[in-house]
């Protein structure tokens, strides 16, 4: 797939060091290794230059012990885990695993320093938002990013909000989340002139609809700058933040 | 129905100046006049003390003459037409009606001097909430209430709404109306102490869903004091903002 | 944020007794206590002359006691604590907190007298509708109204609901509460002259979507002085009844 | 498919008036008449002793002149078209064709007498259900009922239905016909001992969503004996009803 | 409500033995008993000839206890406790109690013989549908009909009801009671020309959406005579058809 | 793409005919022309066997004579539009163009001659489904299969159905077209052993929501052998039952 | 319903040695052994030529072992359970049974070798997605099929999937099942020439709304040769894979 | 609202020459025009650095030609005004106003030189979907951007996409904007390693819901980078692009 392994294996058939039929083989190889219960991708780090993350809901603690083995093996530094239950990581077979209980987020490796352009604001409506917060916080931060947590300042108390104008105002990016009627979004992307990043929460009773109510409303934002991710997606969140905040020319 | 008019039949019957025949036909007799296609409600004003208000959605120019006509004998002195296309407003057989196109509202009769405690503040998200602002305002006029119109303060702009600040503390009944995401009336009701009624409106486009998305926003606000009518029902929101304004022990 | 605070703060660095930069970190300071995991606002009481709220859905007992007691320090003679489950309320280490089971309330203060214009009706459609209207009762009750509760009156046995007539013809504010197909409010809404508050429940099952067939058939209502809160929103209904029971000119 | 024709098939073959291979033909063969664009059923009236309706959405001119015109030379006393436009009847080459504007239903023959056990009311929340509601009374008139209109009678002023209690403590079947909320239906319900079918209109705006509001509120309905048919399904009901008011043992 | 019993009152005023106040107190009293969680209607056997049903869900063993022993005292014959789970069926205090399991239903009292004109066949498209046809199936027996069960006939063998084509066609009332697409209905439609109700059940998985994909079949039924009651509503299904099944002019 | 011509290009690298930049543009060529509004895909036909098809909807006559015109210029024998209304379908300049106003199909070439394994039955539940019905047999007959039409069999009358329960059970593929309640797809997997592709349609009313009801009764047959297609698709099923009448070992 | 069963008994009406009463019972007599709680069809197996499949959520233990040993005294030699959860099978009384605790299916009988025309490709987005591809490919395999698994190929990693192009494009049928957004459908509808069926699963969280935006999205898929089954529904899909895999002219 | 112009207004009171009384004034002052019908904000380049845009949607000809007359005057040098319809745009008396009928896009003043960081790629599924398209593209062209358009590369097709690797491996952002299932902006996500800006199309029909199917199956997307504005939201997508390409330390 990438365009200058192509053109090296094209060099090489030239230079005769190849046969057409490995070529087509080697193009055609699985760059990861197969488990079996998961295809796992060796190559991402060098073309993406950044950890690797495994999606730990669904996973048993024997697969996921079986993946980041995989991966330590081949030298991969740091490791998350997101969306691991407590349970499943006390069962999980390696040591260096520190488990972060409201993120719900296992971390294998050390968080490095920050090397983005400027700071990620992650700012959440209210109390119960907190593991969906943490989730993007922590994802930002293993990703490189120096994060400002900015929680529980809702709409229902906009002075709480506007309060803290000047830590919204010096973000390059701000991740927005929040359940209910989800309006901090949208309040945000009118104060801030940097990119938000909506993460609508499941948080809510009623005409919530498990954050339906919220997704809605941050998809219709009048501000300019908004975009969305999925309900409870923190993840996604902090890691899109992270692209933008070393976007480079 | 009501408990004063039965109590004087039965003295009646007592008296023997009714029999007991007549007064169950009385009891059951029809408080209205039957027009085949509506049924006319006199007694509404001396029972509820407020004009009437046809709503004028689906009804032909005959019909609407018929019932106004009828109402305007029994002396009814305002009458409201709620939902009335210009069409169907130029057909109408009554020369006292003035027509107010953005509200689509046609009255009869003369708008009352003010009478209630305070004054009622009509605020829209946006320019386009006008229509439905019009109808909440005039209703809200027509039923001896001062109106004070605070348009397009949406909160992708929230200074313009803060400029205000000065206006939302000294209502006693607040009308948001707002369409997209309908997060105007979170902050109102954030920032208020009187109720506030939320109206959700059909403006917007994509997952607005006709309003839907600003009526959930609005069900789910955090903030205290809000409660929410249908979506575009100008007319609900002013005719529920009087009867708060004319609250009295 | 407050208009005369904000004139107070300019008189005082035109008398020189506060630095300008002083005076921008004052206007931007934190009217609330900073607990970490919550913003526990102390103004409010003064600003809004209500006893404090906690919505404990989702919060430990830990950050229930930590927060009931930054308030009680602070003096607040009233606190409510909503959605708090038997379980929770046991672990609460505030030795003065009383818990109403049906209600889900727990209540540190005394319940003060009734200072409103009227009495606030409090209506169910069935039995199960009780936890949603203790909710909206109790809350009324802490907010200093006289509350009369008359519950399974559904219009499925409408002579039930008839034979209150007089209670419903003397409230000040009705809140009525009703699951399945919500038909109650439509028909209290054509009985009272009063403001209706109706509150759908989620009391149902099939088609009833969990309280959506209540909600869309209250937001329906074609009766006049209608408005509606959130699916099991005792709370939001108790809160705002109590406003516009309290209403002066 | 009919048993005492399957039998009569089965005796001839046992007599010899019938060869098998004849006999499965004729099981098989198609008791209706093939229009290429429709299938024309000539059994009905005998099977079901009722008049053939045709449901006229979508059917051009040309093909409702050709059923018809089928039905009649095979001796059919009675066609409705239902849901035809007037500029479809225009162009109906069928002379003795009758058109009726409101319920929007065309006629060929001869309504009959009233054939049924008792009589079946139509009821309306308002005057725009009125389209809905002829559709059901026709129709019901058309198979032998006697109907009973009862227009305009919604619970926002349920003083107009309580007083026709007699009339609907008389009914045989209650068609019950309302748009917006629904709440008609459950009212009429609780008050009736009789079957009641809920015909819930697309009438109404914003939350109503065509209808949906009123359908979900009626089959929710807390009041036993009743069961409801497809929004605007006015014929549906009025042919449920005239089987009902058929019922003998 | 009554016009007999108004009749009578009014008679009483004037006759002298009853004052006009205690009559209107009269007119308004409750003709129910006030349990405080629920009002048990006693006159409604009487109205309505038939037996009483408790609606169980939600409901502690001790209110049902309280509410059949209420009716008991007051002469109720038989009662019907519906949705009542194991659990609590248990420590109902009430030794006449017997338990139908699959139905889920409690009853007290003899079953009557049937009175009704014909049979009413109770049919399901699946096992799993038993639960909903046995509560429709002992409501309508408890009502005095004769239930014939028509099992496991669902469309995807339409053998299965192709074979008992005679018992569909002598049923006066039919209950089609069917989960998934809930097809059975409209073939039963097809097939019967007496009522059919259908009853859409929450069997199924994926998009049948607990229901509602059932529901929606049977509301767009192009088979004429069928209408349809809520999900699961077993108990509403058995009380129509025993209404239907006992007409009489 | 295509596995033997990587090969071969690699094998030309190799000796020494082609270098491999050019290897590497030759690989990401376009193998399509580009007409800057659609990107027309030569190579299609070699590589599937089967015609062309323009998706008509949203085109303008422009857009469709230069694609038709650049796919006859390099040869294609046979052209589809589908979804062309007959005003676009007069601008196209194409003189060989026929036009198929029911199926709103145009077709340049010759239909060929059928070359599957069997016969493709279309069935449809309604005269209303024909437009969507004519769009499968066109696009089927146009691929090269034989095509036998059973319109109008809708399981209301469910005899009309058996009666052509020879031609249900001889065919190859099914495609079963229904609006309303979708019934037929049900019954058509219960009695045929061969794939049924369902096709719901937007005929209908109220809650028929557009097809949804049809789609989500067809989603959830119990009868195997069934799959689904979007609603109103006719092409896809088509399409899809001409690969299933040509699968081959 | 057999057209040479009818013929049979025909023919002995007219040899005398059936008399046409008997006839009409044989015609209508159940060809299923009824067990009370299911009708248990023993033709199958000759009908359509496949095991028999006993959908096993919602029944009990001992119904299962019911109708499997009613099955195997017919003798039936293989027989699947789907749906069947670990306690249950574990409670099954039948020896032979083999338990596959992915799938969550039960085994009686020997899995026969291949008999289809080519091999079916079981295709899955991601890990999570394994349960539902593991009942579509037990299910083929059962039928009769050659079945490659190819799983976690989700677009996320597009190479994952290209690098086993070769596989696809020699597919006879491919199942593909993805969950959360089901893009895996449409690239593989546009990479292959096969027949495609899409399975939706209930994998992932948020918006996914449990299989609904995977289901939508295979719905609107733009590639041609893509069908759906029910979200979850790997037996379905594997099923009808089989049928096409065994289609002979 | 901005921090250094309240410090300035703070420092003016110290030194005497603005009173507290006109510096609460001054803070509280609109920083907009008020044109009755909208408030139009001339601090907003200064403050954003960036264009005025008028959302045209629902505006008359004469409010939007009062909006740009009243930006001239105030020296605003490039304005845009989305969704203007042709019809609308005739009757604008701005002279200078340049119209693009694809995008529905009024231009007045000049676009400015590209000053982004890199290129923005503007991608599409299909050919309809080009209005969104170079909605977003003339937006970011129109905020100083390079636009690289990418059309009618959709996953149907998937060598079409795979053959602009090049182009897209080289973007700084991509907006990717699709309708029907919306694969497109899946892939793209898993092919990319810069920030992904799905915008969902209301093109497609059936199951596509107006754009719900693209949307939902965007949010669901597992490649990470994503996140999603709303349907047919070009403008937003551009706008959100090009604060992106803009991010500097």
Sequence with gaps: MNKQETLNILEKIKAGTLSPEDALSKLCT??????EFAKVD??????????EVIY???KTAEQITGIVTAMLKKGQRLILITRLTPEIAKQVQIPALRYEPIAKIGIVGEIPKPSGIGKIV?????????PVA???ALTAEALGNEVVRLYDVGVAGIHRLLSKLDVIMNAQVIISIAGMEGALTSVMGGLADCPVIGVPTSVGYGASFGGVAALLSMLNSCASGVSVVNIDNGFGAGYLASIINHQRG
């Design 42 to 51: 060796h190559h991402r780090e060098l073309r993406q230059g950044i950890p």
């Design 122 to 130: 992650v700012a959440t409506g209210g109390t119960s938002d907190m």
């Design 134 to 136: 943490e989730e993007a």
């Design 30 to 35: 699985e760059p990861f290794e197969d488990l």
């Design 56 to 58: 730990g809901s669904g």
